[in-house]
């Protein structure tokens, strides 16, 4: 049901780990308006871009909207007793190990719950892996050979409290952007604060910091043991009681910092300032996880705060941040392959058999799973042979993501549940299920601090959607089940879900909300954002502030970490990419793909590459690459920028077979994986990279979707229709045949020819309306894209527009910064140039541009930096 108009809902935004609590009122025409709720502890009314434009993408446009089979809408029923007898069938033939769910740390609390309760104690195998094994896996097992446990210690506001906060590997003005924003006002409020970041690339977030150490990539570990060989030798060691405190010393001694590619006296000023005050917290993400040692990263990182006891007392910690809005729900979940619900542990007999008993299992998987990188080769080899993926898109953002997708098409059963009914995944499914998205489902989930929230329904399903739990429920109660998944509503979920944390916690989990055992529906609905663990033992707060842990003696654990090897790289590979995100876009963009103010921050897949590769390779600005590497192929958009190390250039990961074919980076990056914790090391590809012999590059526009036929071509949606980049390598017979096909338009076109610099402009015309317009160039097409794209649909746009050139009164605004107010890059350089701009809050006043919710205020900062000639440019 639809709540009537100006009925405001308190819930969690759909994006990132922070957990932004958000005010949605439906305007009762199927919209939403949408505010940062100014009494979630996570964010107090703040929100980014992303978040703010939530309203935008919850439409019907591109929704799955029924079930299918083989491609043909089918009925629940149906589609459920196929799936149901599918994977009863292959058990019987072939043992439960032969099926396998891939999930996702975007799923609610209760639909993972349900999803691991059905494969791990009834289908009876560990085969249940997720897109967390990308994500979050080398944390996890960081945090549990350091800890005994997997636990976040701290609280987001030690972020705020500490005098030094180190970011490592994490880009956080743009992928945490809210809480990079409360760091930055505590930072303004305390100008003794100090911010280090360690990244090879220069980010955005380095505009805050004191200190940006371009660590060659991969040498963390090699970098946090010098810090640890430093501690020893002043003499800071805190807390003797550790297990391992020797040895770990003595590994860490042996770090000589070569490796880092630091200067000695930028090592030297990280170490004075780690040091000098108690006050640390050190941030990690992406960059310490996705690496072939990972796990080592993160436990270089712990010992360092085991060892001085800078651990969970306030204003000090390791902090690991999540990624997805329900990553940790998920860890507590126990949705990993390698682990068991309640953060119980699934190599200890006594643990499966309690969570047996509590679920009256009847076949309790008897150890872990396939971890994810392991579970496609074995679907690859047909030793899985019905896989379920749910709220993930593996054939993009897998490693070797050709590979994986081949295998997937391979395999005898495959169901996808997503919201999308076109994505690269759902291409490959026999059978799709509709799940409500975002806005249409009820549930919890839990952030980076461990707080757990809300999702609230604001909106009636799309179509016949149904919600995650009740569809994986309705395959076990199909499979013969009944009364294990007999649940009427997702509260129910919540309840037995804190009633086994109950028996976890006797056992000695530190996952306990058994508070909320007995939980009513209008609890349920009442409930306020919780820190875990609630339980009579403990509620809220931090862990370990009392040098107790969960290892078997109780003792923390330091972890003795060998400096890695350079790797060797290979001749015809002489390339590092690394990879990551960008502010507005989400993952494979299925969802922040359909805003067109998120479009525009940056519309085509990417290469970052230093000028000097640049000059090297003979690529010059805005012309394309050829991207090759021992697995898959790409073209991208050459950027030249001084913020990547030379041999490092950087891409994005958002661009898939949907938006941009070539632009599918995962298609690149190799399969490796750390050895402990099977997370894949997505950030260091080895690459080829070339010119893109480009015989045209052109640029369109059109009022209906259209459908690119050429080499490269990169999709973006417009306020009043899509755009393309495109280029290949040979032009067309026709070029009016051509783009009548493209734009599947029947018109004859209004054609500007210049044959002599070889460009053709191309304009379909309807009612005096702007339908379309194709522009070709031998070279990349300089043109304004934003004036381009306001003359869609709009009448009288004719001359101008094939004139290729904005008018002198409409200038270009280029790229969007402030996706709020619609102000782009050279209206803020034009603001800075001739208004004389000087800080940000000037930029403000006089454009708007960061006023409202605050994303683009660090590029607004770089925008300074690099055009205010002295160093008076300050927030
Ligand atoms: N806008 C936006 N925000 C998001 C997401 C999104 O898709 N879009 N996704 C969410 C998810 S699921 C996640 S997991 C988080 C990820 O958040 P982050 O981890 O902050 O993001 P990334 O861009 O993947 O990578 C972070 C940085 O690691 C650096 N890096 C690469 N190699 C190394 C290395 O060897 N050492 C060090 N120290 N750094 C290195 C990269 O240069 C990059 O700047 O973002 C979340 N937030
Ligand atoms: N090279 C490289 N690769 C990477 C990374 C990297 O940094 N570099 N990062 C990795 C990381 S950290 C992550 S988290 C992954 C993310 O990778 P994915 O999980 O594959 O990315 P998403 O696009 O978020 O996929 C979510 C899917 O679920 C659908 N969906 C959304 N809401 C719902 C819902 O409520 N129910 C259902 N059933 N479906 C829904 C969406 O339409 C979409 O198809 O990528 C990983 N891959
Ligand atoms: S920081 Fe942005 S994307 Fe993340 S939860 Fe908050 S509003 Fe959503
Ligand atoms: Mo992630």
Redesign the pocket.
């Known amino acids: 049901m639809t709540h009537p108009a100006s009925t405001t809902i308190r819930t969690t935004c759909?994006y990132c780990g922070v957990g932004c609590g958000v005010l949605a009122t439906p305007d009762g025409k199927g919209g939403l308006a949408i505010a940062g709720d100014p009494d979630h502890p996570a964010n107090r009314g703040r929100l980014c871009v992303k978040g703010a434009a939530l309203g935008e993408t919850i439409g019907h446009e591109g929704r799955l909207l029924a079930p299918s089979i083989d491609g043909r809408e089918a009925g629940w029923d149906e589609a459920l007793d196929l799936v149901a007898n599918q994977f009863s069938r292959t058990i019987a033939e072939h043992g439960p190990d032969s099926v396998a769910f891939y999930v996702?740390?975007?799923?609610?609390t209760e639909?993972y719950y349900v999803a691991n309760k059905l494969m791990k104690g009834f289908i009876g195998s560990g085969n249940i892996d997720t897109?967390?094994r990308?994500?979050m896996a080398s944390s996890v097992a960081g945090h549990r050979r350091a800890f005994g446990t997997d636990t976040v210690p701290g609280l987001y506001e030690d972020i705020e409290l500490a005098d030094t906060v180190v970011l490592v590997g994490s880009n956080l003005a743009w992928c945490h952007p809210v809480l990079f924003q409360r760091l930055a006002a505590a930072r303004e409020a305390r100008p003794d604060m100090r911010v280090i970041v360690i990244d090879p690339r220069r980010t955005v977030t380095c505009d805050i910091a004191d200190l940006h150490l371009e660590i060659e990539p991969g040498a963390d570990a090699e970098l946090f043991n010098l810090l640890l060989s430093e501690i020893a030798a002043r003499g800071m060691i805190r807390d003797r009681d550790l297990e391992g405190l020797d040895e770990a010393v003595a590994a860490a001694r042996l770090s000589k910092g070569a490796r880092t590619g630091l200067r000695p006296e930028q090592i030297a000023a990280f170490l004075d300032l780690w040091l000098a005050s108690d006050k640390v917290v050190t941030v990690y993400s992406?960059g310490v996880n996705?690496s072939d040692n990972g796990t080592d990263k993160v436990n270089a990182i712990l010992n360092c705060h085991l060892a001085t006891g800078r651990i969970g007392h306030p204003a000090m910690g390791p902090f690991s941040v999540t990624?997805?809005p329900n990553?940790m729900g998920g860890r507590e979940v126990g949705g990993l392959a390698n682990t068991l619900a309640c953060h119980l542990d699934i190599d200890d007999p006594g643990h499966r058999h309690a969570v047996q008993e509590f679920w009256r299992a009847p076949r309790m998987t008897v150890g872990p799973g396939l971890k994810a990188v392991d579970m496609f080769r074995a679907v690859e080899i047909g030793k899985i042979k019905a896989l379920w993926i749910?709220?993930?898109?593996?054939a993009?953002?897998?490693?070797e993501a050709d590979r994986v997708a081949r295998a997937i098409a391979k395999c005898d059963f495959v169901v996808v549940?997503?919201?999308?009914a076109r994505?690269d995944?759902?291409r490959l499914a026999h059978v799709l299920?509709p799940?409500?998205?975002?806005g249409e489902?009820d549930g919890t989930v839990t952030n980076s601090e461990r707080r757990i929230s809300r999702q609230r329904r604001v909106l009636a399903p799309a179509g016949q959607a149904r919600d995650?739990w009740w569809i994986i429920s309705q395959v076990g109660r199909r499979m013969g089940w009944y009364k294990a998944f007999a649940w009427d509503d997702p509260s129910e979920i919540f309840a037995e879900h804190a009633a086994l944390s109950a028996v976890a916690g006797a056992l000695g989990s530190d996952f306990d909300i058994s508070d909320h055992a007995r939980l009513s529906r209008t609890d349920y609905d009442g409930m306020e954002p919780f820190l875990w663990p609630q339980s009579p033992r403990k509620r809220g707060g931090r862990f370990f502030a009392d040098g107790r842990y969960h290892t078997q003696s109780g003792k923390g654990r330091m972890i003795a970490v060998s400096s890695q090897e350079p790797r060797a790289t290979a001749a015809e590979y002489p390339y590092r990419l690394n990879?990551?995100?960008v502010r507005d876009h989400?993952?494979?963009?299925?969802?922040s793909g359909l805003s067109p103010r998120l479009a525009r921050h940056m519309a085509e897949p990417f290469l970052e590459l230093h000028p000097m590769d640049a000059t090297r390779l003979g690529l010059g600005p805005a012309t394309l690459a050829e991207v090759e590497s021992a697995h898959g192929q790409a073209v991208l958009r050459v950027l030249v920028t001084d913020r990547v190390q030379q041999g490092h250039p950087f891409a994005p990961?958002h661009w898939t077979g949907e938006t941009a074919p070539t632009g599918r980076?995962?298609a690149l990056?190799p399969a490796v994986t750390d050895p402990l914790s099977g997370q894949?090391a997505?950030?260091s590809?080895p690459i080829a990279i070339r010119q893109f012999a480009a015989g045209w590059y052109g640029f369109a526009v059109s009022a209906a979707p259209m459908c690119p036929i050429c080499d490269y071509w990169a999709l973006a949606t417009l306020s009043g229709g899509y755009q393309a980049e495109l280029a290949s390598r040979h032009a067309p017979e026709d070029w009016i045949a051509h783009s009548k096909r493209m734009f599947g338009l029947e018109g004859e076109p209004l054609v500007v020819k210049d044959l002599r610099r070889g460009v053709l402009r191309l304009a379909f015309i309807e009612d005096g309306r702007l339908q379309a317009a194709l522009f070709v160039a031998p070279e990349p097409v300089g043109l304004s894209r934003s004036h381009v794209a306001a003359a869609l649909g709009s009448e009288d746009c004719t001359p101008d527009l094939l004139a290729g050139y904005p008018g002198a009164d409409r200038p270009d605004e280029g790229a969007l910064v402030c996706a709020c107010f619609g102000v782009g890059v050279n209206t803020i350089l034009r603001g800075i140039a001739t208004q004389g701009l000087l800080t940000v809050d000037e930029i403000g006043a006089a454009l708007r541009a960061g006023t409202n919710c605050g994303s683009c205020r660090p590029e607004l900062r770089a925008l300074l930096t690099a055009n205010v000639s002295n160093d008076i440019a300050a927030e």
Do not use: E
């Open positions: 759909a996702s740390g975007q799923l609610l639909d897109n967390s990308l994500c992406q996705q990624g997805q990553a749910i709220c993930t898109n593996p993009v953002s897998m490693p549940s997503d919201i999308m994505t995944t759902t299920l799940a409500t998205g975002w489902k995650d990879t990551g995100r989400w993952h494979s963009m299925t969802r990961i980076i995962d990056v894949p997505s950030k590809a």
